[in-house]
């Protein structure tokens, strides 16, 4: 079928030149809502995808879609694109906005509008749409119903220049809102990230520790080396690996010998898991030096920080430093020790070897606790897999246990929200592709918090992942804040708890997921290490 050579319709004409100007800047993925408005918009990604020059992800809740696009772009590093149409549909993409703002995820999010004629006077699905995002986004442009392809290249090129965070491209469409398109001659390029400030130098002295919050990535891992530091890295940071790794940091920053004789503290990410942290940030007569990164504030607890892009260090560590970092690795170790299984018995006696059978049953047939069950996933990830971590009581309690161990982790921890966690882990998981397994660990709130994301797009590929879903029937990470000794406890329960009793095993067939049930270790171990593309493992855990 020979396609006209130009589109009747303005609309379909600048969208196709964006989306093209994008593409030639390094864009490779964009996700897209249904909705009348931005049909252009739509048509021309599906077009591009059909010429191999776009991966095109389709979802029908615009929430969902956006964490989708967060995960898509923070596992590739590149700017994905979200479209959607106009009016609620637009507001439903602000949780998702305000996380990539505070983790500096480069998200465009380009919205359709009503032309300016039909704002203000009632008409259908039409509001303020410009600003919406207000300081969420970096840059946002409010652009005119177009009557030509005339400056949208300029626009995208604007759009991607300097993008360390969400931006914000609104643009009205008037009828007709499509038609028929010819691809214009795309070579697709590599997308420039803007580079940071250059690195301050630092020198190995002080008594010193390497705070690595999420995000930190595995620079701040050399760095506690070159310094002769200990390591204090949170378990989604990216930097939990490496001699110098203090897992037990929050117990030792507390502990007499150990947090009271840090002189200096370089904080590299965003720390967001414990109080001892920001405690320690805020200690009179310290040194603090905050590496910015691409979120919009740096981490500053206590007001006083030196704020850096980098740090060079310069010089080796004192020889004397092992005294310093080699007690709080050790006291660490002692700390996280756990009592083993029973040992395999050799003995050609019957009995005992009866009884090793009996006690490695009875093992095997305990109860999980949250320890078994974070100790078992992170056991189990290696680095061709990713975890993905809910804001939940169990990234806590994986952050107090977890051994060094170099693989990839994922955490919404900009602002630390319970929303869209599914929708994250599905974009990580589509853009690393390979062989491995995306599993997904969270509560029972955080998973029906995001249920819909659960769903697949027909004619679109299903990455394998595991959703584990340790579920004590409500929120117990308010059972370990000071309201749970303070509050009535019908009334703690009503408004804090949340209890829930869904069915998650008919959630999950509702979705076309594999339900397994692990209540006890060796169900548990069975489900981690089982075959399946979608399979939705529930932990019941004791409140």
């Not at 652009?143 to 491209?169: I, K, N, Q, R, Y």
């Not at 947090?259 to 405690?279: M, N, Q």
């Not at 806590?396 to 994250?424: C, E, M, Q, S, Y």
């Not at 592709?433 to 969270?442: M, S």
Request: proline letters at 7%.
């Amino acid at each position: 079928m020979t396609r006209p050579s130009r589109s009747p319709s303005p609309a379909s004409d600048f969208s196709v030149a964006f989306l093209a100007e994008l593409i030639r800047r390094g864009v490779r993925d964009v996700v897209v809502c249904p909705g009348s408005r931005s049909q252009a918009l739509a048509l021309a990604a599906a077009e591009f995808e059909r010429a191999g020059l776009l991966r095109l992800r389709v979802r029908i809740d615009e929430r969902s879609a956006s964490f989708l696009a967060t995960g898509l772009a923070r596992e590739s590093r590149t700017p994905v694109v979200i479209v959607t149409t106009s009016g609620t549909a637009v507001a439903n993409l602000l949780p998702a906005v305000l996380e990539a703002s505070h983790s500096g995820i480069p998200l465009v999010v380009v919205t359709a509008d009503r032309p300016a004629e039909l704002l203000g006077v009632g008409a259908n699905q039409a509001t303020v749409q410009a600003g919406i995002f207000g300081s969420a986004v970096r840059r946002a442009w409010d652009v005119d119903a177009p009557v030509s392809a005339e400056g949208a290249a300029e626009l995208a090129s604007d759009v991607l220049a300097e993008l360390t965070g969400p931006v914000h491209v609104n643009l009205a469409f008037r009828e007709p809102l499509s038609g028929a398109v010819t691809l214009p001659a795309v070579e697709p390029g590599e997308w420039e990230a803007p580079m940071p400030g250059g690195p301050v130098t630092i020198e190995p002295g002080p008594l010193t520790v390497v705070v690595a919050g999420t995000g930190a990535g595995p620079g701040a891992e050399e760095v506690a080396r070159q310094l002769g530091a200990p390591l204090l890295a949170e378990v989604a940071s990216g930097a939990r690996f490496g001699p110098n790794l203090v897992p037990a940091y929050r117990e030792l920053l507390t502990e007499p010998g150990f947090g009271e004789r840090i002189e200096r503290v370089v904080v590299v990410g965003h720390p967001t898991l414990s109080r001892e942290i920001p405690a320690l940030l805020m200690r009179e007569g310290l040194e603090v030096i905050v590496v910015r990164g691409n979120g919009r504030d740096a981490y500053d607890p206590g007001r006083s920080a030196r704020i850096v892009a980098g740090v060079r260090v310069s010089g080796a560590p004192d020889p004397t430093s092992r005294g310093w970092v080699g007690p709080w690795v050790h006291a660490s170790r002692e700390l996280l020790a756990v009592e083993e299984g029973p040992a395999a018995s050799l003995s050609d006696d019957r009995i005992e070897r009866a009884d090793f059978a009996r006690a490695q049953l009875e093992r095997l047939r305990e109860p999980v606790t949250r320890r078994m069950l974070v100790d078992a996933v992170w056991a189990i990830s290696w680095p061709h897999d990713r975890l993905v971590l809910g804001a939940s009581r169990l990234i806590r309690d994986l952050d107090r246990v977890a051994p060094g161990k170099k693989i990839p982790v994922f955490a919404n921890r900009g602002l630390a929200g319970i929303d869209g966690t599914i929708a994250t882990a599905t974009g990580i998981a589509l853009a690393a592709g390979g062989d491995g397994v995306t599993r997904v660990l969270l509560g029972d709130l955080a998973l029906l918090h995001d249920a819909g994301s659960l769903a697949a797009t027909p004619g679109e590929e299903s990455p394998r992942m595991q959703v584990i879903v340790g579920n004590d029937g409500g929120g117990t990470i308010f059972d370990a804040l000071e309201v749970a000794g303070s509050a009535d406890p019908e009334l703690f329960d009503r408004v804090l708890y949340t209890p829930q009793s869904v069915d998650l095993a008919a959630l999950a067939a509702a979705y076309g997921w594999e339900h397994r049930l692990a209540a006890t270790r060796s169900q548990l171990d069975d489900a981690l290490s089982g075959s399946g593309s979608r399979v939705l493992i529930e932990v019941p855990l004791p409140r």
